[in-house]
């Protein structure tokens, strides 16, 4: 991505949806420390569409073919160095201390990869609800307990490559307790995110399967209790989660070609959207043999059909029609499969999830190499998920930042900021409450929270530009940067400001081991944090004045060493270098 100073320039409208308004300047959003002060011209909100065309970064090279018999055992790779190892767990992972650097080191990108497929899954959230007794009689209708679990498996699960997908799928599959209006409402939201992460090392078809008979999806896009259509009334199936589906986690807007780009043909129209709602009805709670009022069991079981709501006629859409009296489960079934095998799927699925893991501007070539792996594994299996992260993460392109260094990149999202500070520095909650909350206000927190988007469309979207930007003027989007405002930036260094000190945010907070040793020596202490924290991006010329200003702060005493700390830590996590993930 462009450099802070680079940016300011005419945006470029994305189809379909209208610019309202964007920050500004990425200088305006990056503050270099929260002492300097922040430049005005950041505003918010602002659309984009779904399928942007891809950026032009210039293709890059694949992986190079394994030799043949002939040519002997391929050279063993060469050692990651730690900065390397760094910079790749920051794609991989929501933060890495500096064991994780070590461990990724002894193993190797592949090796460490296949470690983390082999880990089993930790306590789900909804288990660890009902263990904490969130299951009480006052929590019934509120959100209790939901963020408690969230944010402890975002930070102290050890298996940091699932969190980090799940995270993604769940920005692109969107369910928000905000729109789940029910009873143990954090009970449906625990198990929708179990079961994202039940399938983020699996296979994209079966996600797909359990989430659109889940109860919190049900619920937030309207379809549980879906009737079939009434002549008499004239009444027709709800035609929320049809269009949806197809518009944001399967198909998107537009034909695309297997590169990401956008065709002029839409890819689906109001007929499809009416047809596929019609697989949709029916289905409703399962609530057989549960107590009444229901407990929160009813939200890890799937929706169930009742047959006298459901549409048994015929349903067509995207040119597959389900016969007449098929079986809702067996026209589920059909449906489902009719999206998964369509062309568009492998590249917009692959293209979000390297936005979200690496870069968000990926090649043509990159998207193309990513959709190829998605179509096919190489043993003719589709949606493969741990294929799929192979591939994004073992790229050329993502492990030669050189070879796209103009556009390369992504702003860390406020969420993956705040987890990547709390698994670098080993911060715990030593009553296992992890009692942190909701951190949506941007004025006073992050300006985001997981699992609180504010609409279907996820915090921001995949092609959003920044209106007036540089971004715009070169062809480019900075998804996160739809929710970088004035109030978030100054929100977020405050908040970071207030997490890093020995307070820490509720029960959660570090001793900071590590970094205690080396308070005495400014510049071994930011060299530290910068490799932890920023994967080394921070320039020779930024860690020079970080350091000066450090030196100010006298280490001769306990409480001392840890305002330098404390002080290296929020420069650092205030730093543009930082805030852009390269």
């Known amino acids: ?57 210039p293709p890059v090279a694949g992986p190079a073919p394994a030799p043949g018999p002939a040519a002997g055992p391929a050279p063993a790779p060469a050692p990651m160095s730690a900065s390397e190892a760094a910079r790749f767990l920051a794609q991989a992972t929501l933060g890495a201390s500096r064991d994780d650097i070590a461990a990724a080191r002894a193993s190797g990108h592949a090796g460490w990869i296949e470690n983390q497929f082999a880990l089993p899954r930790s306590q789900s959230h909804f288990d660890w609800l009902l263990a904490k007794g969130f299951d009480a009689e006052t929590y019934r209708n509120n959100a209790g307990g939901l963020d408690n679990t969230l944010w402890r498996k975002l930070i102290g699960s050890p298996d940091p490559l699932r969190q980090r997908v799940t995270l993604a799928l769940s920005e692109i599959c969107v369910v928000s307790v905000l729109g789940v209006t029910t009873p143990w409402r954090a009970f449906a939201i625990a198990n929708y995110v179990d079961l994202l992460e039940a399938n983020a090392f699996g296979n994209y078809r079966t996600l797909l399967g359990q989430i659109s008979l889940s109860t919190a999806m049900g619920y937030y896009l309207t379809f549980r209790g879906n009737a079939k259509a009434n002549p008499i009334t004239g009444s027709q199936p709800d035609e929320n989660y049809a269009r949806e589906l197809m518009q944001l986690m399967t198909l998107g807007l537009y034909q695309l070609n297997a590169d990401g780009s956008a065709q002029a043909a839409e890819t689906y129209g109001q007929a499809d959207v009416s047809g596929l709602a019609r ?16 407990p929160p069991e009813v939200h890890r079981r799937p929706l169930a059909q009742v047959a006298a709501r459901y549409e048994s006629g015929s349903k067509s859409f995207l040119g597959t029609t389900i016969p007449a009296g098929t079986a809702a489960a067996s026209g589920l079934d059909l449906a489902l499969d009719t999206l998964f095998n369509h062309p568009n799927l492998p590249p917009f699925i692959g293209r979000q999830l390297i936005q979200r893991l690496v870069t968000s ?20 299996v589709r949606g493969d998920m741990k294929a799929v992260l192979r591939a994004i993460l073992l790229d050329a392109e993502a492990r030669n930042a050189p070879v796209a260094a103009g556009s390369f990149g992504k702003l860390r999202e406020p969420v993956t900021r705040f987890v990547n500070w709390a698994r670098g520095v080993g ?55 739809q929710i970088t405002t004035e109030s978030s930036v100054a929100g977020y260094v405050n908040f970071m400001q207030r997490a890093v000190s020995g307070a820490g945010v509720g029960d959660v907070k570090s001793a900071y081991p590590t970094l205690l040793p080396l308070a005495n020596d400014s510049r071994a202490l930011l060299d530290e944090v910068n490799l932890v924290l920023a994967a080394g991006q921070l320039s020779a010329a930024t860690l020079a004045a970080l350091a000066s200003a450090l030196d100010s702060i006298a280490a001769t005493t306990d409480s001392g060493k840890l305002n330098r700390i404390y002080a290296a830590l929020t420069l650092v996590l205030a730093a543009p270098e930082y805030i852009v993930q390269k």
């Open 1 to 57: 991505m462009p450099s802070p100073s680079e940016i300011a320039a005419p945006s470029r409208p994305e189809p379909d949806r209208p610019q309202d308004g964007g920050p500004q300047r990425l200088a305006a959003a990056l503050p270099l420390t929260a002492l300097t002060g922040l430049p005005a011209g950041c505003g918010g909100g602002g659309g984009g569409d779904v399928t942007p065309a891809p950026s032009p970064v």
């Open 279 to 294: 697989v949709f009805t029916g289905w409703d709670l399962d609530v057989a043999g549960l107590a009444n009022p229901l």
């Open 361 to 380: 501007n990926p090649s043509a070539a990159y998207v193309t190499r990513v959709a190829a792996v998605f179509a096919d594994n190489g043993a003719g």
């Open 427 to 481: 911060a715990t909650s030593p009553a296992d409450t992890w009692a942190i909350g909701d951190l949506t206000d941007p004025a006073t927190k992050l300006g985001q929270s997981p699992m609180r988007s504010p609409s279907v469309f996820n915090f921001f979207r995949p092609g959003y530009v920044p209106p007036n930007s540089a971004i715009a003027s070169q062809g480019l989007t900075a998804p996160e940067f």
